[in-house]
């Protein structure tokens, strides 16, 4: 768990997870169709079918969040969700969602303040995950590209 939270906290997190489990399937439905929506922003093609997987799998995921607060665990994620060619928008639109989900619990005033802040910090943990694998990869492409330029300045020389 977030050593940063209160025990008031951490048990106020674990009761918003059981309040929101019930309402899983929802949730998942609803992340699903805001990825569908931003499919069109991916960088690679994700299949309908892999979208609700992912939708399913990140709500897991924040529920699972709420009760430990595991943020290395969102970070690795988001990376793997980059890697596997997820846009900046979808990844935007999910952890929006995510957070909408706990605005309309009907949580009370406080717990939603607490709730509302973890959603916070799972959203910022996801997308420095996300971040720093899009810097890698960019990296990797900009490598290739340079070899092959380099390639090609050789190639020319030599004719």
Known sequence: MNPGLSLKEKETLRQVAGQLTPR???IASELHQTLRAMSMSNRMLI???RLEEMAQEEVEAFLHFLETGDEEGIRRRGGRRASEGLGGRSALAM????RR???????????????LE??????????????SAREEEIL???ERTRHAF??????????
């Open 24 to 26: 899983k399937a929802a």
């Open 47 to 49: 299949s309908p079918r």
């Open 95 to 98: 952890t929006e969602a995510l």
């Open 101 to 115: 989900a706990c605005w309309t619990a009907n949580l009370e005033k406080e717990t939603l303040h607490v709730a």
């Open 118 to 131: 973890a959603s916070g910090r799972y959203a910022n943990a996801f997308l420095e995950g996300y971040m």
């Open 140 to 142: 990797r492409e900009q």
């Open 150 to 159: 380099q390639r090609v300045l050789e190639k020319q020389s030599r004719s």
